[in-house]
């Protein structure tokens, strides 16, 4: 079923798939453990193209199907959406140095996203945080600048930012 070969010293086991019949390593393939080399027989491309031809006949059942597992299980959905919310959360503010750029201060829990310009409420309210944090971390990053919690306070006060017009300075 696979082949041995060598390449710099590492023996990389190949396995050609029964789909498309190309020579792959094996990490192109999805494991399967009841198979006899414990992979399934096509690639992960050609199972992936075929999933997504056969996905439009499937749809509304397989749709049904994750809004009733969504249904039931709503701790796990909570937990998967808070990982991946921070998970994007700590990219964009990696793309952005991990840093406030006004005094260094690099503890996560009090860095926050700020738009250079103003206007973040209005884009908040338009597109959401985790649009936001998606533009940062794939490299949009014009506009916005990372600041603590101390920094951008004293900026929106300086710049009259606070959203009340009629607060005094202090």
Not at 22 to 37: G, L, N, T
Not at 65 to 94: D, G, H, I, T
Not at 119 to 138: F, M, N, V
Not at 141 to 164: D, F, P, T
Request: positive net charge; contains cysteine.
């Amino acid at each position: 079923s696979g082949a041995q070969i060598s390449y710099l010293g590492i023996d990389l086991t190949m396995k050609t798939c029964k789909k498309c019949g190309d020579p792959k390593e094996q990490r192109q393939f999805h494991k399967k453990s009841d198979a006899a080399d414990g992979l399934r027989s096509w690639c992960k491309g050609c199972r992936r193209a075929d999933a997504k031809q056969r996905y439009p006949d499937k749809r509304e059942h397989i749709d049904k199907l994750s809004r009733a597992w969504q249904a039931s299980n709503p701790e796990k959905v909570n937990e998967y959406s808070r990982k991946s919310k921070r998970k994007l959360r700590l990219a964009a503010l990696a793309t952005l140095g991990d840093r406030c750029c006004s005094c260094g201060f690099s503890d996560i829990r009090a860095l926050q996203i700020d738009h250079t310009n103003g206007g973040g409420t209005a884009e908040r309210q338009k597109l959401g945080p985790l649009q936001i944090y998606k533009k940062i971390r794939d490299g949009q990053v014009a506009g916005y600048q990372l600041l603590c919690a101390n920094c951008n306070a004293i900026k929106r006060i300086e710049r009259n930012e606070n959203g009340r017009k009629d607060r005094e300075q202090i």
